[in-house]
């Protein structure tokens, strides 16, 4: 009977398994669907993934992977939260009622504002040297292009980040671990990414201040939808906007050409703004705004669908 006792605390919690397991399990699940859903495509497609720039991946690898990602990572949430966790998904925070056409339109604005005011920085001190403009046509072009690849990269991961990993570890050990465990698998999933290593510990300053940002925001508004728009804006902003590199991608066309010859420690280098001082000055006036929105009432009234524990 003790074994048997021992054995519920460690693997229960509410009489359902324990968030950190389903945690656990909700990664396995999606990396594996994912992997299966990205060989589908390819072979659909017939697009390789094994040749190429790591770099400058070609616009049609990076939208059929996303793609995989995404689908994986919110089919797999959504089923686990319904089935396993057996709590609403709706506490996921996407759901579309009540203010979340405003909230979405609110984390457009703050993240394009956010990647201009890093533009700004660098033209201020002198970081940065616009070389070219892109005609109007050529412009709305790109943006369009570039809508979908990175709407699905926002909610694959403010999804599976800030959503169920996000909310299964609020219920296991509250809503400050839940804030650091995720900001670090955050971090972590992006230091494969390319020129990550080349100033590592600015790197990760970067990211782990971003998703941080982001764990405020979800608690500020209540649901994804500020936080999706930020990350969307955020990357078409910073990539085929202003031409910066997008967390180590760069980009052939953009609206803005640029050339960046200040310090890598503020500018970021070859991986992006996340990688330097600019997106932290950036992240901190962006974070300043959104408290104060917050204290002012802004989010007062919006819909809240989360769960007992997270209220």
Request: charged fraction near 15%; charge should be positive; aromatic fraction near 12%.
């Amino acid at each position: 009977m003790r074994l048997d006792s021992f054995a519920r605390r460690v693997f229960l919690k509410d009489g359902r398994l324990r968030p950190v397991l389903r945690s656990v399990i909700y990664i396995i699940a999606t990396l594996f669907c994912a992997g299966l859903l990205l060989a589908m495509l390819a072979g659909l497609t017939g697009i390789g993934f094994t040749s190429g720039s790591a770099s400058q991946p070609s616009y049609l690898r990076l939208l059929v992977s996303e793609l995989a990602l995404c689908a994986a990572a919110v089919g797999v949430a959504v089923v686990l939260r319904r089935y396993l966790d057996r709590r609403s998904v709706a506490s996921l925070g996407l759901l579309a009622r009540g203010s979340w056409l405003r909230l979405l339109i609110l984390g457009i604005v703050l993240g394009a504002g956010m990647q201009c005011f890093v533009f700004a920085l660098n033209e201020v001190f002198g970081y940065s040297h616009v070389t070219a403009v892109a005609g109007f046509r050529s412009d709305f072009s790109e943006l369009v292009k570039y809508v979908p690849l990175f709407a699905l990269v926002a909610i694959a991961e403010e999804f599976s980040m800030r959503g169920y990993l996000f909310q299964n570890l609020w219920e296991e050990w509250g809503p400050v671990a839940a804030v650091v465990l995720t900001s670090a698998l955050f971090a972590f999933a992006h230091l494969g990414n390319p020129n990550s290593h080349s100033q590592v510990a600015l790197t990760i300053a970067g990211l782990l201040a971003y998703a941080a940002w982001a764990c405020l925001c979800i608690l500020w508004t209540k649901s994804l939808w500020c936080v999706v728009g930020v990350h969307f804006a955020w990357n078409l902003f910073e990539g085929p906007v202003l031409g910066f590199p997008v967390s180590g991608l760069g980009f052939d066309t953009t609206a803005i050409r640029q050339t960046i010859a200040g310090p890598a420690w503020f500018t970021g280098g070859t991986f992006g703004p996340e990688s330097g001082a600019c997106a932290l000055v950036a992240l901190g006036a962006g974070l300043a705004l959104l408290y104060l929105l917050h204290r002012g009432g802004a989010f007062a009234g919006a819909y809240d669908a989360r769960e007992d524990y997270a209220r």
